[in-house]
């Protein structure tokens, strides 16, 4: 498993190309500047928290992974996505408290995503759509995400963002100041992710 500080996913994440093959051997990483975030609402202010720390391991069946998929081909391989709920960096003491607490960190201290197979399409650009099962808060659920990829100086980029609804996986939104803040119930994951071999 590679694991680097700052992360920056889901992901995403990195998530990408990839269906579950018993003989993937060509690692990937995640380069610096990769970025996972999460955006939501409250009947104060929008507000954002970002994973500061991820860990990934990433497997292909062949080694030029980032040509393959700009060139609109599959790759077989495999994605396993983790990340601490503990590294969800909110600018605000008390909502990393609210947030944790949300995610039952305590029990589940860590958000994952697994992916079991993913669709390229190749027009003028490459997108896609990954499909894996991502636990978090003590629930797994099957998910799918709408990515976009592009060239990054030799390495493949994968952006996409998709929306989750806290209640659906047995969450509660967080309630601040004595309930005058109240999160949305939807939250958004972005991320802008960075592989190379």
């Known amino acids: 498993m590679r694991s680097f500080n700052p992360f920056l996913l889901i992901g995403a994440g990195a998530l990408i190309l990839v269906g579950a093959t018993p003989n993937a051997v060509n690692p990937l990483t995640l380069r610096e500047g990769s970025r996972l975030w999460f955006e939501g609402t409250s009947t104060v202010r929008s507000w954002n928290c970002t994973a500061e720390r991820i860990e990934a391991t990433i497997n292909a069946s062949e080694s030029a992974v980032p040509v393959a ?69 003590g629930q797994s659920k099957p998910i799918t995400i709408p990515v976009q990829f592009a060239s990054a100086e030799g390495g493949l980029r994968v952006t996409g963002k998709v929306p989750i609804k806290m209640t659906e996986w047995g969450m509660k939104p967080p309630t601040l100041m004595l309930g005058t803040l109240k999160v949305g119930e939807t939250v958004t ?8 071999h």
């Open 69 to 137: 998929v700009l060139d609109g081909r599959k790759v077989e391989g495999s994605v396993e996505l983790d990340f601490p709920v503990a590294k969800l960096e909110c600018k605000n003491g008390t909502m990393n408290e609210h947030m944790r607490k949300a995610l039952k960190a305590t029990d589940n201290p860590n958000i994952r995503f697994v992916l079991e197979g993913y669709d390229l399409t190749k027009t003028t650009g490459v997108s896609g759509a990954l499909r894996g099962s991502l636990q978090m808060a």
């Open 189 to 196: 994951v972005n991320f802008d992710l960075s592989l190379q």
